[in-house]
């Protein structure tokens, strides 16, 4: 018996995911299903990746999509190109012979990178922040460390949300032990 036999003979996996993704596809919610597999590489793969490879080669393959290998590139100086080398070999080997038909890469047969795509990304915070619906949050990691734990129980806003919005492009940029993130509002 071939793999590809042993895998269509097996009962459909069901499990929440997979029954948004099927309440979707009833619903014509979407003309495609199309998951994305977004690996940093600044390292190699470890157990938890493959699980992430087979739900969403898993679910592309299942309802008729794609998945994407899309790299998540936004910490340069921790990333090399041994890491992407690696990543795309492990993929392959995972998704051969079930999955490799949604494979989802560029048309020079590439993965995509998150970077290609910050323009669009920021265009969208933007687009959030000028409707209310997002912030710019600039505290320190110890300062979010203590709003988790204490400021949404204590009903405080968190820290400089309150402030005149700087558009990420625009903000000043923030202290070395700070970094600057879009939260989403409560709202």
Not at 8 to 19: G, H, K, M
Not at 75 to 95: G, H, R
Not at 121 to 150: H, N, S
Not at 163 to 168: D, G, K, N, S, T
Request: proline share 9%; hydrophobic share 35%.
């Amino acid at each position: 018996m071939s793999l590809e036999t042993t895998i269509a003979a097996a009962p459909a996996p069901s499990d929440f995911i997979r029954d948004i993704v099927a309440a979707h596809v009833a619903e014509n919610k979407y003309p495609r299903i199309h998951t994305r597999f977004p690996p940093e590489p600044n390292g190699y793969l470890h157990i938890g990746h493959a699980k992430s490879i087979c739900l969403n080669f898993g679910i592309a393959r299942e309802f008729g999509g794609i998945c994407n290998l899309r790299m998540d590139d936004t910490n340069p100086t921790k990333e090399d190109i041994e890491y992407v080398e690696s990543i795309q070999a492990d993929v392959n080997w995972l998704i051969g012979g079930w999955a490799e038909k949604e494979l989802g890469l560029t048309p020079a047969k590439a993965p995509f990178y998150a970077s290609d795509y910050f323009d669009q990304i920021c265009e969208f915070a933007v687009t959030l922040i000028k409707k209310g619906k997002a912030f710019v949050c600039d505290m320190t990691p110890d300062q979010t460390d203590e709003y988790r734990r204490t400021g949404k129980a204590s009903g405080r806003p968190q820290h400089l949300a309150a402030r005149p919005v700087a558009l990420p492009h625009q903000a000043r940029r923030p202290p070395p032990d700070r970094r600057q993130v879009v939260h989403l509002s409560d709202v």
